[in-house]
């Protein structure tokens, strides 16, 4: 079993910057593609990140210039780095994989259970 768990948010001020992490475990045998989304209060799920093997990383245009992903493989870690938030970055961000949990698997959706960022003075 696949788990994906997301830590660093808070309340931060704006114009500040945040990391976010997210620590994968269990059986992965491959990372197709990883995202990062996020919801905000009474809005649609939103992508702001996505990285895989056959795609550059892209980032949606409401954050691109603000936020990076990156990772740590031996870490089974993946970081997204959001700089300058103003309050319409508080959100719900959520850390997502497709992967396979062995080589001749198909490919499967797994999530984790987000965390909270709050921009506010």
């Known amino acids: 079993q696949v788990k994906l768990v997301e830590s660093g948010g808070g309340l931060v001020q704006p114009g500040g910057s945040l990391r976010l992490s997210c620590a994968a475990s269990g059986t992965i045998s491959r990372v197709n593609a990883i995202k990062w989304y996020r919801q905000a209060p009474g809005k649609e799920r939103e992508l702001v990140a996505l990285t895989s093997m056959s795609e550059a990383t892209n980032y949606a245009d409401s954050v691109n210039g603000q936020i990076t992903i990156s990772g740590d493989n031996a870490k089974n870690m993946v970081y997204l780095q959001i700089n300058s938030l103003q309050p319409e970055g508080t959100a719900v961000y959520y850390c997502?994989?497709?992967?396979?949990?062995?080589?001749?698997?198909?490919?499967?959706?797994?999530w984790g259970q987000g965390t909270h960022v709050t921009v506010s003075s």
């Open positions: 997502y994989y497709l992967l396979q949990t062995h080589a001749i698997a198909p490919p499967r959706d797994s």
